[in-house]
Structures are given as C-alpha cells and as structure tokens.
C-alpha cells in the first residue's frame, strides 16, 4: 500500500533556505525508503487570506446548509485539509522567525484546524481526528534553541499537531545558524540520516 508524504515549506527564502535544503533531503530520503510512496509539496509561503468573520459564519454552519458563497469560502481550507487527511506523513519546514512560526505557516494551520473536520469536541475534552500519522519538523533558527524556554516555534508545532491526533512527532533542528552554520547544518544532517535510517 503506497503512502502519500506531505511537505510543507514556509520560508520566505526560495534559495539558501536551510529548512528547504535540510527537509528535501528527509523527504527525499524516507521516499526512497517507503515502497510506492507519493510526495506533495504545499508551499505556504506567500500566505493564504486570514480567518475573517465570513469564514468563521461559513465554518460553523451545517454542511448541508451552506450557501454558494459559504462554499466558496472554505473551497480553499477544503482543500488543504483533505490535503492532510490524505497524507500519512508530514514534514514541516519551519524557520524561526522572531521566537515563533512564520505568519504563513500559522495561516495554514488556521485553515486546517476545523471542529469536526480535523479534531471534534467531546464530552471528555477536544479529540483530534487525524491519528495514525507520523509527523517531522525541520527547524531552523540563527540562535533560537529548539527545546528551549523560549522556543514557541517547535513547542507551539508539537502542540497542534498533538491536537489534531497526531502525537508520532520528530523534531530535527538547525538552530545555531547565526552562530556555527557549518557545525549546526551538520548536526541536522546527521539528525535526518539517523531518522531515515530507522524509518519504516
């Protein structure tokens, strides 16, 4: 049975980007080691239109009762979220910007968090819908460390997805740019060598 590899790519940068580089070579790596697997590649890093009062109405209507334009305005979030519901691994690239996410990465995710689409709320709490999936984020940051007090990027990351259901979560990290590049692009790569090596 083949399986479908998410890739998501957030960097403002197109070239030179650490997190591009480091989560085409994970990608590249666990295709090969996944019989019949199919890579999708999601850039968000132009940004998708923000949440507004009309998708928030549409959202929350009954499916049966929305209209053309309601339709209209989830036609986008639709789309990313049977996007994700199909794809049995995700790799995120995620640059730390200022602490945290990019603003387009957080767009997206805005767009794929929907009550009862891919988590529902229960009477013993919210229940993420998206179990079974294995997730990787590839961080990268100039002096920012990952695990650290101050790190909202991959804790923030972990959180959502663990919301979502899917709690199967690697974090490889690149994030002493600013500092030692070289040693830091270094450790990532051995990082993703080692997760590759032990992927089903």
């Known amino acids: ?14 070239a030179g980007s650490a997190t591009r580089d480091l989560t085409e070579k994970l990608v590249n790596g666990l295709a090969a080691k996944i019989a019949g697997a199919k890579t999708v590649t999601r ?14 109405g549409a959202n929350f209507t009954d499916p049966a ?10 036609a986008l979030s639709d789309s990313l979220v049977a996007e994700l519901k199909a794809a049995d691994v995700i790799v995120i690239a995620a640059p730390v910007y200022n602490f945290g996410i990019p603003a387009s990465l957080k767009s997206w995710i805005d767009l794929v968090a929907r009550a ?6 229960t009477e013993a709490g919210p229940e993420g819908l998206l179990k079974g999936k294995k997730a990787y984020i590839v961080a990268a940051s100039g002096g920012t460390p990952v695990g650290s007090s101050y790190d909202y990027a991959t804790t ?21 740019l600013a ?12 990082a993703i060598d080692a997760l590759v090596a032990k992927a089903a």
């Not at 850039?43 to 928030?56: K, T």
């Not at 500092?179 to 051995?190: L, T």
Request: negative net charge; proline residues 1%; glycine residues 6%.
């Open 156 to 176: 923030y990351l972990r959180h959502v997805f663990g919301f979502l259901g899917i709690t199967d979560v690697e974090v490889v990290a690149a994030d002493k």
């Open 43 to 56: 850039d968000v890093a132009a940004g998708f239109p923000l949440v507004d009062e009309e998708w928030i």
């Open 65 to 74: 009762a929305r209209t053309d334009e309601q339709k209209a305005k989830l």
């Open 116 to 121: 009862r689409e891919t988590f529902q709320y």
């Open 1 to 14: 049975m083949s399986k479908t590899i998410l890739k998501i790519d957030a960097s403002a940068r197109k």
């Open 179 to 190: 500092m030692d590049a070289e040693g830091s692009i270094k450790a990532a790569n051995e």
